[in-house]
């Protein structure tokens, strides 16, 4: 099977600032993420690559050799420059697949192409949050690797088999090649420093040691075998459970159906049935839950897409009575009331019950077509008057007179979908991603 028979998984990008506020219209990311969360802690569904745990692992031993105290760069994200031009370098002129992922890469490859070094300005705008270790920052944290910006005892222990099965005897004291190459790359991350830029040539050995020790494709047999079994490790939620459900015949038989022929819509509540059947009890009422909370969630979003395309199709903008006529919202308004109390019923997430229940409250109320459209825009507006830093601008305009009219950036949406497929993804993902690279099967 191969690895990523899927769509790219390049790590979005930072955004700039702006006033449009072009995700989560109707305000429910923060309840997926929660569930999710719960469901498989630590990870996030930016994450693709496993093995760059252990490249975090090693860049937090290197970082112990730099004055943190020193001005420049952060001595991690100086590592980091290094490692992703390095691995964009090594990439030129063979399979980019293997690249996968790669937080960053877009950028260092348009530097490398511009005969540029990587430099912090050439880089992500913040990568502390969408950089190598700002992705797998609460992955190395929930498993051990590191605490409080430091390494940890299972991070030293993941060094060390590192170290150990690429011939890098020293990395961690003593003499040797690996003694050798941490001070390579001490050197290295020193200089970058200052200089806020990469200051090596073509002719660095440093470039090659980095494909040939850290490539997110490449993880040893043992070091692959500890970070399996790390993921085991859950101290709060289900990961460990729905890991090894992966890891099973059952578990490759789904995942191996649902990412057959590079599928691109997948649809994890199929996953999340075949993991119920042998489920503990508290995980089969968390998933449960989920599945409750993604029924109304396809219901509601697929009016607000209904919605805008209708608003899109008309040459004039239209009020709620004329768009609520439409035989599709008003089947989904009849149907909202029972599946918000369904999942009322089946919440059990006690941080965000609150929030649920008062965000979406006005939905368990009966109604028309027309109704519908009301609530639907007046939370939306909602939603985006409370995205930070200072609100956000609706997609939807107010013609006047109570008449809407979609605005040209959100008139092209894709189409409603079938209503067993959930709207938000729940980390099958990154797992199934780790699952492979890590040879789990």
Not at 1 to 21: H, I, K, T, W
Not at 388 to 412: C, E, F, I, M, N
């Amino acid at each position: 099977m191969p690895a990523f028979p899927v769509m790219p998984l390049f790590s979005r990008e930072d955004p700039e600032q702006s006033s449009e506020g072009g995700l989560d219209p109707l305000g429910m990311a923060t309840l997926s993420e929660s569930l999710a969360g719960r469901l498989v802690p630590g990870v996030r569904e930016r994450m693709s690559r496993a093995r760059f745990l252990t490249a975090v692992a090693v860049s937090r031993e290197v970082c112990r050799d730099s004055d943190t105290e020193a001005p420049g760069l952060e001595p991690w994200l100086a590592f980091e420059l290094y490692l992703v031009e390095a691995l964009v370098r090594g990439s030129r002129g063979v399979d980019a697949g293997q690249l996968l992922g790669l937080p960053g890469s877009q950028k260092a490859a348009s530097a490398a192409e511009s005969g540029l070094p990587l430099a912090t300005r050439r880089y992500l705008k913040t990568p502390s949050i969408f950089g190598v270790h700002g992705v797998y920052k609460t992955l190395a944290t929930a498993l051990g690797h590191e605490r409080d910006e430091m390494p940890a005892a299972r991070g030293a222990e993941l060094v060390e088999i590192w170290a150990r099965e690429q011939g890098l005897a020293g990395f961690t004291g003593g003499r040797g090649p690996g003694s050798d190459f941490r001070r390579l790359l001490t050197d290295a991350v020193n200089e970058t420093r200052l200089a806020m830029e990469t200051k090596r040539g073509t002719g660095w050995r440093g470039w090659k040691c980095f494909n040939d020790h850290l490539h997110p494709s490449q993880p040893g047999s043992r070091e692959a075998a500890f970070l399996r079994d790390d993921l085991l490790h859950d101290g709060r939620g289900f990961r460990a459970e729905v890991w090894s459900f992966l890891q099973s015949s059952r578990g490759w038989e789904v995942t191996g159906t649902l990412f057959r022929d590079g599928k691109r819509q997948l649809n994890e509540r199929e996953f999340h049935q075949a993991l119920a059947e042998k489920a503990s009890t508290g995980l089969r009422t968390w998933l449960d839950m989920i599945t409750a909370f993604e029924s109304f969630a396809r219901l509601i979003m697929n009016a607000w897409l209904r919605l805008l395309g209708d608003l899109a199709r008309e040459s004039a903008p239209r009020d709620a009575a004329w768009l609520g006529r439409s035989t599709y919202l008003g089947t989904i308004a009849r149907r909202l009331p029972e599946a918000w109390r369904k999942c009322e019923d089946r919440w059990r997430d006690e941080v965000t019950f609150g929030v649920w229940r008062q965000r979406f409250h006005p939905f368990s109320e009966p109604g028309g077509g027309a109704e519908l459209v009301e609530r639907l825009v007046a939370h939306h507006r909602t939603i985006q008057r409370a995205k930070l830093p200072a609100g956000k601008r609706p997609w939807v305009d107010d013609g006047g007179g109570g008449r809407l009219s979609a605005r040209q950036l959100y008139s092209d949406l894709e189409e409603p979908a079938e209503a067993t497929r959930y709207v938000h993804a729940y980390r099958l993902r990154p797992l199934y991603s780790f699952a492979t690279d890590l040879h789990a099967r």
